[in-house]
């Protein structure tokens, strides 16, 4: 038997209050999984999608998505939301006729303020939750949702239930893609989305530098463990240029997402220079594909969404 409910989070509380009640979820009891040594990583992870795959539904589309792309990194601070806000954009722009939602991480604001987003999302007849629309992308966020300062301090299953119910209760209207910007990691709540929705492909964000290219391979790898195609890496901060003297400096390294694209028999997307532009437009609210579309770091982003769109597989009928 389950154990008793407990205590929901106070941010779970307080969107009870604010109307927000089907996002509050019920408690269980997370498996508990010794320290990987060495040799026990794969076989730990191999338990936790067995576990996690225990009493789950099978996959189901999400109503009216064609098309599901998550953005993900083996470590957080390597670009990975700022990678994911540009290629949305930059798939709006690459064919206007098609649709582009964004949902994004649950724990970080980050996503309202890149978009330019405030407010609170509405309710539709069905009780079905509206995302916020700028730059012609639906967006929807736990930052809708809760204080921009306000941390979202919930364990692993009552975040695995708060992610079900935003791509799930959320009013997505009819989208070619959907992109979503993934937590990091390789934990449960990655597993958990993987074996809930029919993913049609991932992108892995890294930078150059040794450290995120470890965790970068073991998050292709869990991919690749729950049969997601990998659609190839992002470099991120590739390289970076002097406003003055134009001195080129690669800050973290050089050409690492490529060596470890040859090791893992994948393909380099593209290169993100580490730019100004590129973290003033976003601070700003203004994602520098869509206020610079003709500069060079717009360009980068828009060719990667054609290479995106040309290994994607074709939608289901």
Same mark, same amino acid.
């Given at each position: ?10 941010? #779970? ?12 979820? *019920? ?71 098609? +649709? ?6 649950? /724990? ?27 730059? @012609?992308?639906? #967006?929807?966020?736990?930052?809708? *949702? ?15 239930? +708060?992610?079900? &119910?935003? *791509? ?8 070619? /893609? ?8 390789? $934990?449960?709540?990655?597993? #958990?989305? #993987? ?22 391979? &073991? $998050? ?23 406003? &003055? ?10 050409? @690492? ?43 980068? /982003?828009?060719?990667? +969404? ?12």
């Amino acid at each position: 038997a389950c154990p008793a409910r407990p205590a929901w989070p106070a941010a #779970s509380q307080e969107l009870e209050g604010r109307g927000w009640a089907w996002l509050c979820p *019920l408690g269980t009891r997370p498996e508990r999984f010794g320290t990987a040594g060495p040799g026990k990583e794969s076989e730990n992870l191999r338990q936790r999608t067995q576990i996690m795959s225990r009493g789950l539904p099978k996959q189901k589309p999400i109503e009216g998505v064609k098309q599901v792309i998550v953005v993900a990194s083996g470590k957080g601070g390597v670009g990975k939301s700022t990678t994911a806000v540009n290629l949305a954009l930059a798939l709006a722009a690459n064919d206007s006729s098609k +649709a582009v939602g964004l949902l994004v991480d649950v /724990y970080g604001p980050s996503i309202p303020k890149m978009m330019n987003l405030k407010g609170s999302p509405e309710l539709s007849q069905d009780n079905l939750v509206r995302p916020l629309l700028n730059y @012609g992308i639906a #967006s929807m966020s736990m930052g809708f *949702l809760v204080e921009e300062t306000a941390p979202v301090i919930w364990r692993g299953l009552l975040v695995m239930s +708060a992610i079900d &119910k935003l *791509l799930r209760q959320v009013d997505w209207g009819q989208l070619d /893609y959907l992109v979503v910007d993934m937590p990091p990691g390789t $934990g449960d709540v990655q597993l #958990s989305v #993987s074996q809930n929705i029919p993913i049609s492909g991932a992108v892995i964000v890294s930078t150059p530098q040794d450290i995120a290219l470890m965790d970068a391979h &073991k $998050g292709a790898e869990m991919f690749r463990k729950v049969h997601v195609p990998v659609l190839g890496l992002v470099q991120n901060m590739n390289v970076f240029q002097c406003l &003055k003297c134009k001195n080129k400096t690669h800050i973290f390294g050089a050409d @690492g997402a490529r060596k470890l694209a040859q090791t893992l028999d994948l393909y380099v997307l593209g290169d993100i220079p580490l730019h100004l532009s590129i973290r003033e437009a976003s601070d700003k609210g203004q994602p520098v594909v869509s206020s610079q579309p003709e500069s060079e770091e717009a360009q980068a /982003y828009l060719r990667i +969404a054609v290479e995106v769109l040309r290994r994607l597989p074709p939608p289901p009928e």
